[in-house]
């Protein structure tokens, strides 16, 4: 009677090597698709983060029917001040300049109701204003009436440049604040007649 030799269990030193080729490749192809994500969260984070601060402006100047301050700041510090570049921001009732470290209160200066870090989530997000503070009277309109509306700019400029559409890479956004009180997030390479587009 023959007997047949057994299979050998296990992988061989070449199928290996072939498996991490290809593991190492499909990670090589997948890289700047996850950095070009990675960039456009953080955009996207921080364009919300500021937005939300605009709407939580504007609601409180409704519900208190008094005048609410949104402003972006270059630091949540005591030496903090009015920034157009800053992606930290506060909401509040009086001027935070100096005192942007103050706890929340509705009776002592600056009357703060909320911050935000620009750390939280975007660190590399990069915030350009048209103007550092917009204040929302109790209609919820923006108060001075500005000439035109306000754009807030949100870019990461370890990214590279803004993509066109259909294009993959990173995607810039835009907070358009109207001269209405309207609050809205677009994209600024999209054309206006796109609704999409600012």
Same mark, same amino acid.
């Given at each position: 009677?023959?007997?047949?030799?057994?299979? !050998? !269990?296990? #992988?061989?030193?070449? @199928?290996?090597?072939?498996?991490?080729?290809?593991?190492? +490749?499909?990670?090589?192809?997948?890289?700047? $698709?996850?950095?070009?994500?990675? !960039?456009?969260?953080?955009?996207?984070?921080?364009? @919300?983060?500021?937005?939300?601060?605009?709407?939580?402006?504007?609601? @409180?100047?409704?519900?208190?029917?008094?005048?609410?301050?949104?402003?972006?700041?270059?630091?949540?510090?005591?030496?903090?001040?009015?920034?157009?570049?800053?992606?930290?921001?506060?909401?509040?009732?009086?001027?935070?300049?100096? $005192?942007?470290?103050?706890?929340?209160?509705? #009776?002592?200066?600056?009357?703060?109701?909320?911050?935000?870090?620009?750390?939280?989530?975007? $660190?590399?997000?990069?915030?350009? $204003?048209?103007?550092?503070?917009?204040?929302?009277?109790?209609?919820?309109?923006?108060?001075?009436?500005?000439?035109?509306?306000?754009?807030?700019?949100? #870019?990461?400029?370890?990214?590279?440049?803004?993509?066109?559409?259909?294009?993959?890479?990173?995607?810039?956004?835009?907070?358009?604040?109207?001269?209405?009180? !309207?609050?809205?997030?677009?994209?600024?390479? +999209?054309?206006?007649?796109?609704?999409?587009?600012?």
């Amino acid at each position: 009677m023959l007997t047949l030799p057994h299979s !050998q !269990q296990g #992988t061989t030193l070449v @199928e290996l090597l072939i498996g991490l080729t290809i593991v190492a +490749l499909l990670f090589a192809l997948g890289t700047p $698709a996850f950095f070009s994500w990675l !960039q456009n969260s953080q955009i996207r984070t921080s364009a @919300e983060g500021i937005q939300n601060g605009l709407h939580l402006a504007r609601g @409180e100047a409704v519900r208190r029917n008094t005048s609410v301050r949104f402003q972006l700041t270059s630091a949540l510090t005591a030496g903090c001040g009015l920034s157009t570049s800053g992606g930290n921001w506060v909401v509040s009732l009086d001027d935070p300049s100096g $005192a942007c470290n103050s706890t929340p209160s509705d #009776t002592v200066a600056p009357r703060i109701i909320q911050v935000r870090s620009a750390a939280e989530g975007s $660190a590399n997000a990069a915030v350009a $204003a048209g103007q550092s503070s917009i204040i929302f009277n109790g209609l919820g309109r923006v108060t001075p009436v500005p000439a035109g509306n306000i754009d807030i700019d949100i #870019t990461n400029p370890t990214g590279g440049a803004c993509a066109t559409p259909g294009v993959d890479g990173m995607r810039c956004l835009r907070i358009r604040i109207s001269t209405g009180g !309207q609050i809205r997030m677009c994209n600024p390479i +999209l054309a206006s007649t796109d609704p999409q587009g600012c």
